[in-house]
């Protein structure tokens, strides 16, 4: 029903910037809860930010004032602009979709690389 593609990983230095891109192939793409997750080799797959239908946005502590998530409905993609990056953000980052109600699915993107040099 969805298919998630993540784009625009790759390796910067240290205080640099990277937008990440999710494309939705699916339909009803504004009624979606999109998000991004995280995982670094070795620990568990951690939750970066998410936006709801509605527009509000939430990040981990560990982004906040730093990364930023937008979605843009007429080309079905969301956002996640890093900024003022660290070491510790590398991580394999992955997109999630799901309709926030009882009994939907989680939808995943196959991942992108992002790798801050120190």
């Known amino acids: 029903q969805v298919e998630l593609v993540e784009s625009g990983g790759g390796l910067v230095q240290r205080g640099g910037s990277l937008r990440l891109s999710c494309a939705f192939y699916g339909r009803l793409f504004s009624t979606y809860l999109m998000g991004w997750y995280r995982q670094a080799p070795g620990k568990q797959r951690e939750w970066v930010a998410t936006i709801t239908a509605g527009g509000g946005t939430n990040y981990a502590d560990s982004v906040k004032g730093r990364f930023t998530i937008s979605r843009d409905i007429p080309s079905n993609t969301v956002y996640l602009q890093m900024n003022s990056l660290k070491p510790e953000d590398t991580a394999v980052y992955y997109c999630?979709?799901?309709?926030?109600?009882?009994?939907?699915?989680?939808?995943w993107g196959q991942g992108t690389q992002v790798t801050v040099s120190a």
């Open positions: 999630k979709a799901n309709v926030p109600a009882h009994g939907s699915a989680d939808y």
